[in-house]
Each structure stands twice: as structure tokens, then as C-alpha cells.
């Protein structure tokens, strides 16, 4: 039985046979003087010890056995290569010599942080890496995707959080996908030493540049928080993970219940709510599907993250994390999509307008019809008996989230014929004008006209299966000079272009309506009137008593000049009402 010895490589603990720790201690001699020369040659020969480690734990857990012998020795040194494999390649000129027991085999890149070639975190540089790209694409795609809505911003964070830091030389050549073995450690090396020839001539020619100055100083500062809080930050992290791990599945339960009912598995109803009713019924579906994703992915994500650093366990595998990740870009570039798409059915605007005749009245009320409307489907779905009577279901007029924008305007006009008549104006927008007028021609509004009372419905309809794109009524009613209209408080919200609550003000009674007559100039108030009318009637008087003092005391120079002054300024506020009024 042959002894065995227990030493410390690449600080991992390993049992050797004493036969095969002279093999190896042969071996690394051998490296340790072929890279004594090296700068670097202490990291290099702890890089390689750490590689040799790393491949003879392999041994031991593929083969089950707890003791390295010769043979896994053997096979180490034929994965890492021989020092006479350089010397067999220096020295003859000839086609170089191919050692049998090293083949270089494909080796499998890891995800990085490149860190020597970075800009803020070395995230782009590391992907450019893992994909073999030329990482200015990869710069330049993460720049649009910021400037377009910002979703490159958060891939970017999240990748700067998964991504570790490539800081050894084994950790670089993993990411760059160079064999570790002995001569990958030396183009590596013949590499580095390059670069650093490289970039003391380019300082020579001009300075670094001042954005990446910036991009090297924000990394760095997030880096040196990162070390400030890894010792007593622990803790924190981890309370905090819990917390987003509990609140984040409470958070994807409520996504997946919000998807299936607006995939209609409860109620469609939920589609004739404002803003769901923008939405057209074909395209629903993909969107519902798509903005689920773009949302439930970069959640799952943050838990997943959230039960690495609260359990220290990996809840996902790269391959996983790369196909999610490529889903919700597919996702972003569908509502991105759908949502131009729905956004061209907005470009073209249209008109109807319809005009009715009014009998003409000294006397006009304007109101507001309060009761909800019914359509017949609706009378049905809320068990409303059309033939009981002294039912009135009232709208509440409450405006919010969920309510389309149907209010009417009203608008108070003089008309120029000397008839009374309400014109009703429908506006609409869609993709083209004839789909933008039949949009409108999809309103459906009515009032009541009953002797001189003028009853208007606050809100419009639209027909059943419309879609909403912005459609708009505007109610003018054009009455003749002299009019007289008493407009119920109901009505204040609608009509736009009077001070309607300043003349109840005014009016300083505990009635529910405003009186007004139309003028020359437009509709007043009377209330307004009638207080213009008293005080011009103060300033004559004013006046007059100013122009008796004025020609009475003529010796006083200073006192006429103050009456005139005032004179004056009567004058000034009697031209004012008189063109007011």
C-alpha cells in the first residue's frame, strides 16, 4: 500500500500518492522555471496550481475516489500541456512536432465582466466576449434600447448584478474562451503584454476620453459600495431578499390572475372600460400575452436574484436565464409594436355636424338629464323592468381611471339668423378619414326639447362594438339677442365659455340656477348686469359732483388739479361699461 500525502494546491485541500506528488511537484517545477522570468510570473504559476486543482477534484468526483493517483496526474498534465511544447515549437524551424498526449479541445466561454475593456461596468464588453461579437455593436444596441423606452437601462442593471467580475487571469481566458492549460496561459500572456505596449503608446498620442473617465469613475464608486457593504450588508440583504422573494410571488400571482381575466375567462366587460377599450378585439390577445410578459419576466427575474442571495443557491441555470431573457425581449418588441400600431389609428381626424331648428322663445332652461342610460341589453343584465314606472337609476357623474371620456360641451352662442337651433358637433380619429368618420357616425347622442325647457344628456354613447378613439360632442346652442335662459347648476360643468359659478356668486340667493340674457357681445349674466348698471349709474353721479367742485373753486390750483385727476379717471371707467355694455 502506498503512502499517501496531503497537501494545499490552488487552496484546495487534495490526498495524493506519494509517486504522483513527485509527478506533480516535477511538473510545476518545471512551469514555475519555465515563467520565472515573467513580470506576473507568481500569478501565472497560482492561476495555473488553481487550474490543476480544478482538475484533479474532477478526477476524483467523476472516478468516486477520494486519493489522486499517477494516472490522474498523468491525464492533468496531458490536459494542461508540457513546458517542452513551447521549447519543441522555438527551437525548429521545421513543421513543429504535435505532442500526443495534449490536444487543445473547444472550451465553453463563461459570462464576465471585462473589466480591462469597460466603460461604466464591462457588461457590453463582457457579452461582446460570450457572443463574439465586436462590442461596439453590442454598445451601440444597448444605447437604443435605453434611448427607446429605457428597457436596455434595466437589462443592463440586471446584468451588471449577475454578471461577476472576470479577475483572475483564469476567470479572463474563461470569458474569452481560451483553453487553460499551458499555452493558454501563455498567449494570454504574450497577449496582455501586448495590450500594455499598446495602450503606453496610445497615452502618448492623446488623453483617455473624457465620458469613458467618467464611465471608469461611476464604476468604480459603485464597486467601492459594493465592498463597503459585503461585510455588515450580508444581513440586510438577505432580510431585504426575503422580503422581495414574498411580496414578488404575491406580485406574479396577481399577474397571472390580471392575465386570465382580461383574457376574458371571468367577464369581457372589463374591455368596454377606459383605457381597455382602445384596444382592438383581434389584437387583444397578443397584447394581454405580450405586456404579461414584459412585466412577469423582469419579476420572476428579481426573484430568482432575491432567493440567490437570501439562500446562496442558484435557482437557474444560464440556459434558462438567457431563453427568459430573450422572451421578454420578444415581448418588448411586441407591445412596442402594438402600441404604434394602435397610436396610426389616432393620425387622421374628422367632423359630423347636425343641425335642428329650434321654435324661437323669449325664455330658455337648460338642464341636465341625470338618469343613467339603458340600453336594452343593459335593462336585462340588471333585471330593469321597463313597464314599472318612478324608477330612475342616476349616473353619479364620478370621473376616473376606468371611465371613458364622454362628457358632451356646451357651448352658448348669439345666432346671426335670429333663430333658435342647436347644432351637434361629433369629432373623431382613426387610421384613415373614412375610418375616422365612421367613428363619429358610431356617437350616438340625444336631448329633449319640450316648450322652453332644453334637457341635455351629460354624456354620449357609442354604438355597440365601437372602439374608442378619442370621440368628442360639442353641443352649440345659438339663441337670438334678447334671449333670456335660466341655466340649472347641473348644467355648470358644461357650459364652457361662461363664468357660470361667478354668477350664482353674484346672484347671492339659494337658488339651483343662474339667470342670463344674450347681448350683442355674447351671453352675460343678469345679476352682472344689473351690478354694472348701479355702479355706472354711481360714477354719472360722481361725475357730475366732481365737474360742480371743479368750476366752484377755480383759486385752488391744487385741488382743481386732483378733482381733474379723478375727472378723469370717471371718464375712463364710464367708456369701459359703456363699451362693455
Not at 335593462?379 to 376616473?400: M, Q, R, T
Not at 357681445?521 to 360714477?539: P, S
Request: charge should be negative; proline fraction near 2%.
Amino acid at each position: 500500500m502506498e503512502k499517501t500525502i496531503i497537501i494545499n494546491i490552488g487552496n484546495t485541500i487534495i490526498h495524493i500518492e506519494e509517486s504522483a506528488y513527485e509527478l506533480l511537484k516535477a511538473y510545476l517545477n518545471e512551469v514555475k522555471h519555465y515563467f520565472v522570468n515573467h513580470a506576473d510570473d507568481l500569478e501565472i504559476v497560482t492561476d495555473i496550481e488553481n487550474r490543476i486543482a480544478e482538475l484533479l477534484t474532477e478526477q476524483l468526483e467523476e472516478q468516486k475516489k477520494q486519493v489522486v493517483d499517477a494516472a490522474n496526474v498523468n491525464f492533468v498534465i496531458g490536459q494542461m500541456g508540457r513546458v517542452q511544447d513551447f521549447d519543441t515549437i522555438e527551437d525548429e524551424e521545421s513543421e513543429p512536432v504535435i505532442n500526443t498526449n495534449y490536444q487543445a479541445q473547444p472550451v465553453d466561454k463563461k459570462l464576465y465582466r471585462d473589466m480591462d475593456e469597460r466603460v461604466i461596468a464591462g457588461v457590453c464588453a463582457g457579452v461582446a466576449h460570450y457572443l463574439d461579437f465586436d462590442v461596439k455593436w453590442i454598445r451601440l444596441a444597448t444605447l437604443l434600447t435605453v434611448l427607446l423606452g429605457g428597457t436596455g437601462l434595466l437589462v443592463y442593471a440586471l446584468l451588471w448584478i449577475i454578471m461577476p467580475k472576470a479577475k483572475s487571469r483564469l476567470e479572463k481566458m474563461e470569458m474569452k474562451g481560451e483553453p487553460a492549460n499551458l499555452q493558454g496561459f501563455q498567449k494570454n500572456l504574450d497577449e496582455e503584454l501586448q495590450a500594455v505596449k499598446e495602450r503606453l503608446s496610445e497615452a502618448n498620442k492623446h488623453a483617455q476620453p473624457i465620458f469613458a473617465q467618467v464611465g471608469i469613475f461611476i464604476g468604480e464608486f459603485f464597486e467601492w459600495l459594493g465592498r463597503f457593504v459585503s461585510g455588515t450588508g450580508k444581513v440586510i440583504f438577505k432580510v431585504i431578499a426575503i422580503i422581495i422573494i414574498v411580496f414578488g410571488a404575491l406580485f406574479l400571482l396577481s399577474l397571472i390572475v390580471g392575465a386570465a381575466a382580461f383574457q376574458g375567462f371571468w367577464d369581457e366587460s372589463i374591455y368596454e372600460y377606459f383605457p381597455f377599450s382602445i384596444v382592438n378585439d383581434g389584437n387583444r390577445g397578443v397584447i394581454v400575452l405580450s405586456a404579461f410578459i414584459v412585466c412577469f419576466i423582469p419579476i420572476l427575474a428579481l426573484v430568482l436574484f432575491s432567493i440567490r442571495v437570501a439562500f446562496s443557491k442558484q435557482a437557474i441555470n444560464k440556459t434558462l436565464s438567457f431563453a427568459l431573457l430573450i422572451i421578454w425581449l420578444a415581448g418588448v418588441a411586441t407591445v412596442g409594436y402594438q402600441a404604434a400600431k394602435i397610436s396610426s389609428e389616432f393620425k387622421q381626424h374628422a367632423e359630423l355636424t347636425q343641425t335642428n331648428d329650434l321654435k324661437t322663445l323669449p325664455i330658455y332652461v337648460i338642464d341636465i338629464d341625470k338618469s343613467k342610460f339603458f340600453s336594452k341589453e343593459d335593462s336585462i343584465a340588471y333585471h330593469i323592468n321597463g313597464n314599472e314606472k318612478n324608477k330612475i337609476v342616476v349616473d353619479d357623474f364620478e370621473d376616473g381611471p376606468f371611465v371613458s371620456p364622454n362628457n358632451i360641451r356646451i357651448i352658448i352662442n348669439k345666432s346671426e339668423t335670429a333663430t333658435t337651433r342647436i347644432v351637434q358637433k361629433y369629432e373623431s380619429q382613426g387610421k384613415t378619414f373614412p375610418s375616422a368618420l365612421q367613428n363619429a357616425q358610431n356617437i350616438s347622442y340625444s336631448y329633449i326639447s319640450k316648450d322652453e325647457s332644453l334637457v341635455f344628456n351629460p354624456r354620449f354613447q357609442l354604438k355597440k362594438g365601437s372602439i374608442w378613439r378619442n370621440q368628442e360632442v360639442y353641443i352649440y346652442l345659438e339663441v337670438p339677442v334678447g334671449t333670456k335662459l335660466i341655466i340649472k347648476q347641473d348644467a355648470y360643468r358644461y357650459i364652457n365659455n361662461y363664468g357660470t359659478w361667478d354668477c350664482a356668486d353674484k346672484e347671492n340667493d339659494s337658488n339651483d340656477s343662474t339667470a342670463w340674457i344674450m347681448t350683442e357681445d355674447g351671453l352675460k349674466c343678469i345679476a352682472q348686469l344689473k351690478e354694472d348698471a348701479i355702479k355706472k349709474k354711481k360714477l354719472k353721479q360722481e361725475l357730475l359732483d366732481l365737474e360742480f367742485l371743479k368750476k366752484n373753486r377755480s383759486a385752488d390750483t391744487i385741488y382743481q388739479d386732483s378733482v381733474s385727476t379723478r375727472i378723469r379717471e370717471v371718464e375712463q371707467e364710464l367708456g369701459i361699461n359703456i363699451e362693455e355694455n
